[in-house]
């Protein structure tokens, strides 16, 4: 919807001041430092009401954003954000680190995000999914249990008691672990299907009843090279905030929190490489929230992404520059210090 310029900058100082103060904006507020009268501001945002780019909590008081606003302010209002030297510092000191893991690193940027961003901090990083079973090695304990070593490609080892219906010995054991090395090493984890497992059923034979155990553990490591690892730091730095002080909501924003397979389907629902702001209307205890998401990508796959949790009068601006601060070095593998995304400060 085309608005005039003049309620685009009314509706921007209307979401500025919000931000700042999370109390309703009046006319006379925005005249204080607009070339504006009074009563031609008060008329601009009747009719941004009527256009439902604003609302009035009450009949005495001033306006506040709507989604639809804040929409429009992301969209196309904001101020530009450069860092200041100190975020650039920090951030860079945590980003160069060239002897950290990626997983350890974006989950310290989580850390940080939330301390810099006064506001909730959500991380997710893909565990690797391509890799093999380099190795199995097993251990007998005694005649119904011996213990399973799965080594990675990656480094990963994995063990488990297999608890086995029938008798066996060390003899039994060493057998067991000749056919799944010969039949299950080497090969992409992905690729090891169900089908493949009950493959070596045969060859297994007369152990065959210690497949189930064994088919158990191989899937809990298959399971868990596809699985997500998730950071969350400033759960509580929501309650800090007015929006959040109903017990309800801040509960049922709390317990989504804890949901850790919906967080990382919201974030990696995401469009990759990019940026998505998503404001309110979530269909759940987001839904008096935004929501602001980085997702990282290489080589068309899915490495991690970040999120930051706050109400819907958030620092806009603040978050979006400093995410893809990160973005920038995630991406490039640097950062451009002398050069920060943004244009001018909004102090």
Excluded: W
């Excluded at 008329?43 to 639809?68: A, C, I, Y």
């Excluded at 990083?125 to 097993?138: M, N, V």
């Amino acid at each position: 919807m085309d608005i005039s310029d003049r309620k685009k900058k009314i509706l921007k100082s209307v979401i500025d001041a919000y931000i700042s103060s999370g109390e309703p904006v009046g006319s006379k507020l925005l005249s204080g430092s607009m070339s504006l009268s009074s009563a031609t501001i008060r008329n601009e945002m009747n009719e941004l009401e009527q256009l439902g780019f604003l609302e009035q909590p009450h009949t005495s008081s001033g306006r506040v954003p709507s989604d639809k606003g804040y929409r429009l302010y992301v969209d196309s209002l904001l101020t530009k954000y450069r860092l200041n030297l100190d975020e650039i510092k920090v951030i860079n000191a945590l980003l160069n680190d060239k002897l950290r893991e990626f997983n350890d690193v974006i989950g310290e940027a989580t850390r940080l995000l939330s301390g810099l961003t006064g506001y909730t901090a959500i991380s997710m990083t893909a565990k690797k999914r391509k890799g093999t079973i380099r190795k199995f090695e097993g251990v007998y304990i005694s005649e119904t249990s011996f213990v399973l070593i799965m080594i990675t490609s990656y480094d990963v080892i994995k063990t488990g008691t297999v608890k086995t219906p029938c008798i066996i010995d060390q003899k039994a054991v060493e057998h067991i672990i000749s056919v799944l090395n010969s039949r299950l090493t080497d090969k992409e984890l992905s690729d090891i299907t169900l089908d493949k497992i009950m493959s070596v059923e045969t060859e297994i034979s007369p152990y065959r009843e210690a497949l189930n155990p064994v088919l158990r553990i191989i899937y809990e490591v298959i399971e868990e090279a596809e699985k997500y690892t998730v950071n969350i730091d400033g759960a509580s730095n929501l309650l800090e905030y007015p929006e959040f002080s109903d017990i309800a909501k801040a509960k049922e924003l709390l317990s989504l929190l804890e949901e850790k397979d919906t967080l990382v389907k919201k974030l990696i629902g995401s469009d990759m490489d990019t940026l998505n702001v998503y404001i309110g209307d979530n269909g759940d205890a987001l839904d008096s929230a935004s929501f602001i998401v980085r997702t990282f990508t290489t080589e068309d796959s899915l490495i991690g992404a970040v999120g930051i949790i706050g109400p819907k009068r958030m620092d806009y601006s603040g978050v979006i520059a400093r995410l893809e601060y990160m973005a920038g070095h995630f991406l490039k593998g640097k950062t451009e210090e002398n050069d920060p995304p943004g244009g001018s400060n909004t102090e």
